[in-house]
């Protein structure tokens, strides 16, 4: 991989992306400068990011009329903190399935066999009888909240800023305000600990950035 990167240099309009949870894994001589050497940090969607992602999300789902408002209440709100663009995916198969259950349920055709089911279309996949229009309302996106959970937990969110500012650079007290002074900012006010940093705190590779 470095021998390939290496090789990169005589090209033009060549960028080399790459993603991954586990930062503190990578091989030091990847993050050098004229390699991956910008890191950046993605956080978790903040409230009106989760409804940006959702309108994308509900492209292919008949929302029911007048719904819209509420359901971004439900989604901005506190039952979908730490939600993910994953987890807001899972969030609106969950809406869309309870939906299609209570109308099969209503029409007496439920045969308890979502395998036949797309989600997408909430049609049957092998459609022989004409179904009811079918729409998700806001009582079939509140249960999807309640049975919907976070894939990252408080304890592994905490985690991932310590990695960040490591990498950032950011010595073990330097604390809210020091990082605040050098531009940079700390989710919900969390502080490194030696715990998480090391007794001296850590330090970046030289030309490593990191931005929020």
């Known amino acids: 991989m470095l021998t390939e990167l290496d090789g990169l240099d005589a090209r033009k309009a060549v960028y080399v992306v790459g993603a991954t949870n586990r930062p503190d894994m990578i091989d030091p001589a990847m993050v050098r400068p004229g390699r991956l050497d910008k890191l950046l940090y993605v956080d978790l969607p903040t409230p009106q990011e989760r409804v940006e992602i959702l309108k994308t999300q509900l492209s292919k789902t008949p929302l029911a009329e007048g719904a819209w408002e509420s359901v971004t209440e439900i989604v901005m709100g506190d039952k979908c903190e730490g939600f993910s663009g994953a987890d807001m995916s899972s969030l609106v198969r969950e809406a869309a399935t309870l939906a299609l259950r209570g109308a099969l349920e209503a029409a007496g055709a439920f045969e308890n066999d979502d ?70 900012a700390l989710n919900g006010g969390v502080e490194p600990t030696k715990e998480t940093m090391g007794e001296t705190g850590a330090k970046a590779d030289e030309g490593v950035d990191l931005a929020a």
């Open 115 to 184: 395998d036949t089911i797309d989600p997408n279309t909430m049609r049957p996949i092998e459609e022989t009888t004409k179904t009811p229009e079918i729409k998700v309302t806001v009582e079939h996106f509140a249960k999807a909240a309640e049975k919907t959970l976070p894939s990252v937990s408080r304890e592994q969110k905490r985690k991932y800023e310590a990695l960040r500012n490591k990498f950032a650079g950011l010595p073990a007290r330097g604390g809210k305000k020091w990082a605040e002074g050098k531009g940079l």
